[in-house]
């Protein structure tokens, strides 16, 4: 089923995804949680991700890239903040120089994902909170909204097929 809802409040400075899968609350998780089904998701299709380093604790620290049809390389990190298996985790996502470390000039977005049982199978919420207007107009700019919406549509494959 997949992304089911997709909100901006340019108030709260927040863009929200609700998606629903036919996968149970564990299976779901999974797909955060290893590094080799990250890379198969996070990203829209012509842009897949490569996580090199992906250490899933609460102040934990994830490098990746991500590669564009024209092999241009878009680095970005993770801080992770919070982690409730199954249900919750947190973290801080941002942009990197070629090296993987943070760009300061950039924006970072705080996401949080909540996971929940349903009827059929899971609910996951993704929350994006920015830190300014300016950062906000910026990411949905650069396509952000549509990009996640993408990527996240490829999580019901590889809740079906994990091994590929």
Do not use: C
């Amino acid at each position: 089923m997949a992304v089911i809802s997709v909100h901006k409040d340019e108030q709260a400075l927040t863009l929200t995804f609700v998606a629903e899968f036919d996968a149970g609350v564990e299976r779901v998780w999974q797909v955060w949680e290893d590094p080799r089904q990250l890379e198969r998701w996070w990203g829209p299709p012509t842009w897949p991700a490569t996580f090199k380093q992906h250490d899933f604790v609460v102040g934990g620290q994830s490098r990746y890239h991500m590669t564009g049809p024209d092999g241009q390389l878009a680095h970005g990190w993770w801080t992770m903040t919070a982690i409730e298996a199954p249900f919750r985790l947190a973290f801080d996502d941002g942009f990197a120089g070629e090296d993987g470390e943070p760009d300061a000039s950039a924006p970072v977005v705080s996401i949080a994902v909540t996971i929940e049982g349903t009827e059929t199978g899971a609910r996951m919420t993704t929350v994006n909170r920015f830190s300014s207007l300016e950062d906000f107009e910026q990411l949905l700019s650069m396509g952000m909204d549509e990009g996640m919406r993408l990527a996240m549509g490829q999580i019901d494959n590889l809740l079906t097929n994990p091994s590929r």
